[in-house]
């Protein structure tokens, strides 16, 4: 009898593709058939694991959940003892804290699939190169040229990205979010870039950014933090190609400091099938398939084998190879059950209030009030 696993990912090709061509192998390697299905990157960054752990017995998840699904024993710990080899060596691949940002309360709860954080991302038909200054970006910003997707959650994560690469980062574990005078030095860098900015960012996630920058006349030339989508590097995926690069820096720090992204695997605490879903999470983010059939079809692998490839960087304008001190040094962003609420209030006072001019220390102690409250659930 052919057992059948339902999966649940995001609604881009980079989410999707990669997901169906990798289990198509699966089913005839093994016989084990698995069916995925999508849902929009908003849903992908709120929509609550546990109401999905109900129906699929695979899911796509976003590392800053695993504080609230411990608590919900919604999924299942992939840690098995049986297959330690097999862990270290895929721990052991991982790129920058991917595999760690899994691991909560001494267990681990999904293996990274894909890796993602704040990058620059730009026009190479109208840049000769990346920009490397974040007061020069400022400086095109203010004549239309540059934008910076602003949708919850985003705001908040270059919040954490300027935060972390000032060497100032918002704390994980509380009472405080960042102290007073930190937060102002942060909200003056993201008061000048989006000053000259159209109010239209606002409502804009990282998808929607690329997806406008890629179209012929755009007015945008880069982006200066944005979750890399190695899918805009390919020719002919929109009108444009876009070329991703290194966070440009302040006053010539490293890049360290973006948001982590990406995203991991999961398995359902309720699927009928536990020991055939954890197989195809092992092998999906096994090395040889995260350089292989993921990254050719479509994906944007969380390993290293393919983040050094010659065969996986050549189509994508060196996406892995130029990006990739910048998720070496990335921050791990808080995990804890409570955040995911305020995470998505946080991003709207952001958002907001520099919409707004609302005062920087006011937007700073609304911030730090939300974070302590964050933990008393």
Not at 74 to 96: F, K, N, Q
Not at 98 to 106: A, E, V
Not at 120 to 142: F, K, M
Not at 331 to 350: C, K, L, T, W
Request: charged letters at 20%; proline letters at 7%.
């Amino acid at each position: 009898m052919m057992v059948t696993l339902k999966g649940m990912t995001w609604s881009h090709p980079r989410g999707y593709d990669p997901m169906v061509a990798c289990s198509a192998i699966w089913k005839e390697k093994t016989g084990v058939e698995v069916v995925w299905e999508k849902r929009s990157l908003q849903d992908f960054e709120t929509f609550p694991v546990e109401e999905l752990a109900a129906s699929y017995d695979l899911i796509v998840i976003d590392h800053p959940h695993v504080g609230q699904i411990t608590r919900e024993n919604c999924l299942l710990p992939l840690d098995d003892a049986d297959h330690a080899g097999e862990l270290a060596t895929i721990a052991a691949g991982t790129v920058g804290r991917s595999y760690p940002s899994y691991n909560w309360q001494g267990r681990q709860w999904g293996f990274p699939i894909d890796a993602a954080t704040q990058v620059q991302a730009y026009r190479p038909d109208r840049l000769s190169g990346p920009i490397t200054d974040l007061a020069e970006i400022v400086s095109l910003a203010a004549k239309g040229r540059a934008i910076l997707p602003m949708r919850p959650p985003h705001s908040l994560m270059t919040f954490f990205t300027l935060a972390a690469h000032l060497g100032i980062p918002c704390s994980v574990e509380g009472p405080e979010c960042i102290a007073r005078a930190d937060g102002e030095a942060v909200f003056d860098w993201m008061a000048r870039l989006v000053a000259g900015m159209d109010a239209k960012c606002d409502d804009m996630d990282p998808i929607a950014v690329f997806d406008l920058m890629g179209e012929l006349d755009c007015p945008y030339d880069v982006v200066p933090f944005a979750y890399g989508y190695v899918s805009y590097s390919f020719a002919g995926f929109r009108p444009a190609r876009l070329a991703f690069a290194d966070m440009p820096v302040i006053d010539g720090r490293a890049p360290k400091g973006s948001a982590l992204g990406g995203t991991g695997i999961a398995v359902s605490a309720r699927t009928q099938v536990p020991e055939e879903a954890k197989a195809f999470a092992r092998w999906i983010a096994s090395g040889p398939v995260q350089a292989g059939a993921y990254a050719s079809g479509n994906g944007q692998p969380g390993h290293a084998d393919a983040w050094g490839s010659d065969s996986v960087n050549g189509p994508a304008l060196d996406f892995y190879r130029n990006t990739r001190a910048t998720l070496e040094g990335a921050y791990v962003r808080p995990r804890h059950d409570g955040y995911m609420a305020f995470q998505s209030e946080a991003s709207n006072i952001i958002t907001n209030g520099l919409r707004t001019a609302a005062r920087h220390t006011v937007l700073i102690d609304k911030l730090n009030q939300l974070f302590a409250q964050s933990f008393e659930s």
